[in-house]
């Protein structure tokens, strides 16, 4: 097994994909997220998934379980399993951040280029891993 190994802020800061899978271990997944001015993750529970953000750029504001605190470059986030969530771009450039998801939460490889495309595809983790 390889592993993954890179520059994860270059990766981050680099990225323009709403959400890019870059690789899926058995109980830890690694993704990238980038969110244009004004735009939102969305409300959302994993009642069996912890979830780890780290902002590398940009500016907003995160909400778990209806507390809202500013967010900016090199904070970080857990969100515990079962807590109702939202990461909302507040400024006025992108959003660029990575999450780790314990277990995985997305499909193997899976890249969506915006907000529309990811909640129009189906792409829950089947059970395949990176390697």
């Not at 507390?67 to 807590?83: E, F, L, N, S, W």
């Not at 771009?89 to 314990?102: C, F, V």
Request: no cysteine; aromatic share 6%.
């Amino acid at each position: 097994m390889q592993g993954f190994v890179d520059n994860i802020e270059t990766l981050t800061t680099e990225n323009t994909d709403f959400r890019r899978v870059l690789y899926t271990g058995k109980y830890l997944q690694l993704v990238l997220m980038a969110l244009k001015p004004g735009e939102e993750i969305g409300e959302e529970v994993h009642e069996d998934h912890d979830q780890f953000f780290r902002v590398e750029s940009g500016a907003g504001e995160v909400l778990i379980d209806g507390k809202r605190t500013p967010i900016k470059d090199d904070d970080a986030i857990i969100v515990p399993a079962g807590a109702r969530h939202n990461v909302i771009n507040t400024g006025d450039a992108p959003l660029t951040l990575y999450t780790i998801y314990g277990p995985p939460d997305h499909r193997d490889g899976v890249v969506r280029a915006t907000k529309a495309e990811a909640e129009a595809k189906e792409e829950h983790f089947d059970g395949k891993t990176t390697e």
